[in-house]
């Protein structure tokens, strides 16, 4: 059964559809599933969804569904990457690594680790009542989250570091150079 229960604007069209509704899930779904949610023909969808895997934007999973499409994680993450260096200025980034620092510590102070590795470690202590375990796991979720925007905040600096040697503008991808240096 899908989610569907939107009617799509006008100015949409069905490539549009098709890939609003591939690139916002985040479980592997099959071309009928989408194309149901896209309202479009199932042959339409694989038209469509072959093209973005092609592209990139896609993996293509087996799962007891058939072939099934989901967002392809390094994709994201790179544009992930890209907009944090566009809409963000490098202090406002630099603050933003300082909190999950600061976080991070208050983690390892309150139960007592040094890594994430040893907080997951920790969950099988006999002493720990559910709730303790519930509570680490909660943790260990948002510490993960963290190193991965950790990554992409470390990324963005860097990018705009090199679009700055380049002479580009990282929040307008704009030269002062008229065009980027290619070879070939």
């Given at each position: 059964?899908?989610?569907?229960?939107?009617?799509?604007?006008?100015?949409?069209?069905?490539?549009?559809?098709?890939?609003?509704?591939?690139?916002?899930?985040?479980?592997?779904?099959?071309?009928?599933?989408?194309?149901?949610?896209?309202d479009?023909?199932?042959d339409?969808?694989?038209?469509?969804?072959?093209r973005?895997?092609?592209?990139?934007?896609?993996?293509?999973?087996?799962?007891?569904?058939?072939?099934?499409?989901?967002?392809?994680?390094?994709?994201?993450?790179?544009?992930?990457?890209?907009?944090?260096?566009?809409?963000?200025?490098?202090?406002?980034?630099?603050?933003?690594?300082?909190?999950?620092g600061?976080?991070?510590?208050?983690?390892?102070?309150?139960?007592?680790?040094?890594?994430?590795?040893?907080?997951?470690?920790?969950?099988?202590?006999?002493?720990l009542?559910?709730?303790d375990?519930?509570?680490?796991?909660?943790?260990?979720?948002e510490?993960?989250?963290?190193?991965?925007?950790?990554e992409?905040?470390?990324?963005?600096?860097?990018?705009?570091?090199?679009?700055?040697?380049?002479?580009?503008?990282?929040?307008?991808?704009?030269?002062?150079?008229?065009?980027?240096?290619?070879?070939g």
């Amino acid at each position: 059964m899908t989610d569907q229960s939107h009617v799509w604007p006008a100015e949409m069209d069905a490539a549009d559809r098709v890939r609003h509704v591939a690139l916002t899930r985040t479980t592997p779904r099959n071309a009928g599933w989408i194309a149901e949610e896209a309202d479009v023909s199932r042959d339409t969808a694989v038209k469509y969804l072959d093209r973005m895997a092609d592209q990139g934007d896609l993996s293509v999973v087996e799962t007891a569904d058939g072939t099934c499409y989901r967002p392809d994680d390094v994709t994201q993450f790179l544009r992930e990457v890209r907009t944090l260096a566009e809409e963000q200025s490098v202090d406002e980034l630099t603050g933003e690594l300082r909190a999950i620092g600061d976080e991070i510590d208050s983690w390892k102070s309150a139960y007592g680790v040094e890594s994430l590795e040893e907080l997951r470690q920790s969950l099988g202590r006999e002493e720990l009542s559910p709730s303790d375990r519930r509570d680490r796991l909660e943790t260990i979720e948002e510490w993960e989250y963290n190193i991965q925007v950790r990554e992409a905040i470390q990324l963005a600096i860097s990018l705009q570091s090199s679009l700055t040697k380049l002479d580009v503008d990282p929040h307008t991808g704009e030269s002062g150079l008229g065009t980027l240096p290619q070879e070939g």
